[in-house]
Nanobody, 125 residues
Framework: VQLQASGGGLVQTGDSLRLSCAAS?????????MGWFRQAPGKEREFVAA????????RHADSVKGRFTISRDNAKNTVYLQMNSLKPEDTAVYYC??????????????????WGQGTQVTVSS
């Protein structure tokens, strides 16, 4: 599967952004799990959110709970990450990822088969 992420940008503290990740190359029923990760300079890639394609069940990292929401559009084979109340510590390159079957280790980057190219999110104070 090919993933194309978009929607990043430069915003101020408290602003909102919506990231999109369009998947192609496989039918939607083949996506067991899709997720968002982020990586800040000098830091390891960290889990942000994941969604189970079959039933829409979601998981979010504690650091973004209540501010970020992952969702999907089956018809468009697209996953979104709505980011509200952004903080400077949210600054990172955001990556979308996909796995062909669901995994209970949805938070682990190594579980995912395919990755998008990343989109930069910068939050100024």
């Amino acid at each position: 599967v090919q993933l194309q992420a978009s929607g990043g940008g430069l915003v101020q503290t408290g602003d909102s952004l919506r990231l999109s990740c369009a998947a192609s190359g496989r039918t939607s029923v083949s996506y067991g799990l899709m997720g968002w990760f982020r990586q800040a300079p000098g830091k390891e890639r960290e889990f942000v959110a994941a969604i189970r394609w079959s039933n829409g069940a979601t998981r979010h990292a504690d650091s973004v709970k209540g501010r970020f929401t992952i969702s999907r559009d089956n018809a468009k084979n697209t996953v979104y990450l709505q980011m509200n109340s952004l903080k400077p510590e949210d600054t990172a390159v955001y990556y979308c990822a996909a796995r062909s079957v669901y995994s209970v280790r949805y938070y682990a980057a190594e579980e995912y088969d395919s990755w998008g190219q990343g989109t930069q999110v910068t939050v100024s104070s």
